[in-house]
């Protein structure tokens, strides 16, 4: 079984910071790309951030300068730092990793979310 949770959301001021992090456990062979995702209530799921194990990053427009996303391969973790937050990043934001369970197969796996408020 593989586990996918995330930790570090809460409330926090606007211009204020927040660090989320997402772990992965279980039976992992490897892992590829690791992302964030957010729900903000009554939208879409949309990407925050991604890397891809050969380092590359990916911001979306609205998060760039202010979040940096970094993972450390040997803990299966990867972070998101949030600063000069804004009530627009309220969402629920959700961790995806890609893991490898065999030598040939691999799969997207979900957090279920960490709660992100930005309000004074």
């Known amino acids: 079984q593989v586990q996918v949770v995330e930790s570090g959301g809460g409330l926090v001021q606007p211009g204020g910071s927040l660090r989320l992090s997402c772990a992965a456990s279980?039976?992992?062979?490897?892992?590829?790309?690791m992302g964030w995702y957010r729900q903000a209530p009554g939208k879409e799921r949309e990407l925050v951030a991604d890397?891809?194990?050969?380092?590359?990053?990916n911001y979306a427009d609205s998060v760039k300068g202010r979040f940096t996303l970094s993972r450390d391969n040997a803990k299966n973790t990867v972070y998101l730092q949030m600063n000069s937050v804004k009530p627009e990043d309220t969402a629920v934001y959700y961790c995806?990793?890609?893991?490898?369970?065999?030598?040939?197969?691999?799969?997207?796996?979900w957090g279920k979310g960490t709660l992100v408020t930005v309000s004074s």
């Open positions: 995806k990793q890609y893991i490898w369970i065999s030598g040939s197969y691999g799969r997207d796996y």
């Open positions: 279980g039976r992992i062979v490897g892992i590829n790309a």
């Open positions: 890397s891809t194990s050969a380092g590359m990053t």
